[in-house]
């Protein structure tokens, strides 16, 4: 059975959600970027979610210190989610630092959104960020990269 690719670009910030109209000219801006897609769709949700890369899970850092977050993640995570990912501010037990979930240094990337653009089998490595350009003009946001394999 052949793997799927799922190249997943979501909003920097984790609550924005376009327009329908921002959303089907995001598809097609992702589409022109990317034609040997075998398909480009879009998702909105009415609470935030995490978007992970599933099974490729490496490391969670902490972007204040440098250090392995992943001890306290988990908890940290389980008190987010009774707030359905609403409030994602935490204080990181490794440096007593204040931060939040969606700045945390996932390897490989992962991050919190109530909004997707999803291109299936895109044919493509990394991603240059002004090759993004067009899809943030249509949408109306700065974007993320999540790469998803199953």
Known sequence: MKSLDFLIL????????PSEDQAEAGA???EALLPRA??????MFDDVRFIDAGEAFEAITCPLC???????????MDQAAETEFEELSVVATCCGGATNLNALIYQPAAAFARFTLVATNAGVGKLAP???VPVEAALG????VVR???
Do not use: F, H, M, N
Not at 10 to 17: G, K
């Open 38 to 43: 075998d398909e480009v769709t879009y998702d």
């Open 28 to 30: 097609d801006a992702l």
């Open 66 to 76: 440098g250090k392995d977050a992943q001890a306290w993640w988990e908890g940290a």
């Open 130 to 132: 002004e090759a993004l």
């Open 141 to 144: 946001c700065a974007l993320r």
């Open 148 to 150: 998803q394999k199953v």
């Open 10 to 17: 979501i909003p920097t910030d984790p609550s924005y959600v």
